[in-house]
């Protein structure tokens, strides 16, 4: 029944030379970062064991992928103990069937190494019998005694179990020549026995047959609906040799955390993090033991008051087990807990929060739901209840704080924002653009509530149906109605000098340039000179080329450079610096603006969206970009140019606005 295994620790280190045969050319033995040969410096121990383990020292051996020896077949599963200039490989001998001779290391490319001296094997060491208890008998439990049979087994001086676990000679209950019994440990697994004198390079033999140890049982668990917190019991037979409990949620319990632990019983509290499916029990050995599974307690018999409840006010969950709860979100909102006890939770209902179900959830990840219901702004009269666009009218009503704004009917749905609000009334006026009848109150949660009783008549005043936008001295057209009562308009307090053209529902002008970029209102004077505010206007500083042309795709070298530093002299800090660019399709798209001397502009630098690498990244969609100087910003410009290094882009234009 002898089987030899792994190596005899004797000191033997066979020194080895080199041979090379059957390889093509001088590179295949060339293959280490060192600029090194593959090479053999030793081998051993010598003798070895048959079944042992022989190692092999030398230069770069992780490249040799077979080892011949004599009389045997080719060996291939090598381990690689260590690589590169100082490397170690290991192989087992085979227990029959291998001769005395050169051992060659063949090397990935088909080269050959050879030793220059012999392996020999050593002889004594025999292995004749394995038994627990009685003769025959290949299982037994944790603490039965293992015979072991053979010849010289005075040279042995341990017993490795499956599962690594090593019995030194101090612990042996018999040890002589032919004999070596000793105890099953607590954390052997079933498996074949390995024979080790524990020298640094051990000498170990293997047993032919594997011993079956008896793995705990379980009979029982309970409960199998746990809560967090309580105490569950398990029951069965050898349980003394279990290290761990795993449960559900990838939750361990070690052995030391058990409340009770004996060969009957083990008892722990469930962490509160655990979840619902298999518990399992861990052996000292590492075996897996099912052991039942559970499913956790969650909250029940759930109610939430008030019903309706008004946002930002108070809600209370009632039920059980709510002692559990760790966390509340409300549709459209997260929320917080304001207290938590076994029969209820409270909480704020969010501002932002819409009706529907509120999710509590569990340390565990589990989530229970409850149904709640909102208080909703009523409107009980609206002052006056026809009204001509353009004036002001009274909202009356309950809950009307829930209200953020106020949308009025017309040719397109036109919000006012001027809206004065509180609990029971909204003061608002009408937007000159307005016709029809009823409103829309937006609530601060997103929902909306239709409100009727209100008839809004076409106003007579000029007004604008969107917000108008141009560019200094350039020709802006805005659309509205009542244009042809329009003598004269002016952009805040500047006055309008060119009309192009006038039609009763959209106007042509040209935005003065002494004009200041920013955003007005847009004032149209009637024949009677009244003066109506008909809408804003936004005034845009127009953009001034600094160089246009085509400079990419960029890449992280030269080809984005931009020679604009002659004209750093029209730039100030606070102006607006702008490119255009063409995206490359199907690539990816990034800048890092830079002077040509790979200095950052700062302000550039500053709107990175990757600060890592220093880059701003884009989309296919896109096409130019810009930021607002300073002083430091254009010195580099003034001093380097422009350099657009980056990916996907080719520049086609550098402006500035002022």
Known sequence: ???????????????????????????????????????????????????????????????I??????????????????????????????????????VTLVTAKGGQIKSVTPITYREDITLSDLYIGQQGNLAGNVGDVVTIKGDYLNLMHGVIFAGND????????????????????????????????????????????????????????????????????????????????????????????FTTHSATTIAFNLPETVGDGEVSLTTKSGVQIPAGNIITVVPGDLSAAPAPVKNGKEITISGKDLDLVTGIAFPNADGTLKSVAATKVVAVVP?????????????????????????????????????????????RGTDLDLVVSVTFPGESPVTADDAIINATAIGVTVPASAVGSGCTLNLKNGNTVSVSGLTITAA?????????????????????????NVEQIFIGETKVTKVISRGDNAMTFQIPATVAAGTYDLIFVGPDGTRYVGGKIIVNAPEIDLWTGSAGPIAWDGTGTVAIADKASLLRPGYTLGFDFTPTPGSYYQIRLMGTWWTELPSFQAIYTDKANNVKEYKE?????????????????????LLFAGNGLTITRVYYKK
């Open 166 to 257: 090593t019995v030194r000679e101090a612990e042996f209950v018999t040890h002589d020549r032919y004999t070596i019994q000793v105890k099953i440990p607590e954390s052997a697994a079933s498996g074949k026995l390995i024979l080790t004198d524990l020298a640094v390079e051990p000498a170990e033999l293997e047993t032919e047959d594997a011993i079956t140890i008896t793995l705990p049982t379980v009979t029982k668990l309970t409960p199998t609906d746990p809560k967090a917190g309580q105490t569950i019991t398990i029951t069965g037979t050898q349980l003394n040799l279990i290290a761990a409990v795993v449960l559900p949620n990838n939750v361990t319990i070690e052995a030391e955390d």
């Open 460 to 484: 007579t005043d000029p007004v604008l149906s969107e917000p108008a936008e141009g560019v200094l001295g350039e020709n802006v057209t805005v659309n509205g109605k009542n244009f042809n």
């Open 65 to 102: 992928t077979e080892i011949d020896i004599p009389g045997a077949d080719p060996i291939t599963a090598i381990n690689v103990i260590t690589s590169g200039q100082h490397s170690q490989i290991s192989i087992q001998v085979p227990a029959e069937k291998c001769d005395t001779g050169l």
């Open 1 to 63: 029944m002898k089987k030899y295994y792994n190596v005899l620790g004797l000191l033997m280190v066979a020194l080895m030379g080199l041979s090379l045969t059957a390889c093509s050319d001088g590179d295949d033995l060339n293959t280490d970062q060192y600029g090194n040969e593959i090479s053999l410096n030793s081998f051993g121990p010598c003798p070895v064991l048959r079944g042992g383990t022989l190692y092999f020292y030398g230069v770069n051996l992780d490249q």
């Open 351 to 395: 501002g932002t929060a819409q009706e529907g179900d509120i999710a509590l959830t569990l340390a565990n990840g589990k989530t229970v739901t409850v149904a709640y219901t909102l208080v909703k702004p009523v409107v009980t009269g609206v002052t006056p209840a026809t009204v001509m666009a353009g004036n002001k009218i009274m909202l």
């Open 621 to 641: 969609s896109d096409t130019g970009d810009s930021f607002v100087l300073t002083q430091a910003d254009i010195d580099i410009i003034a001093q380097q140019g």
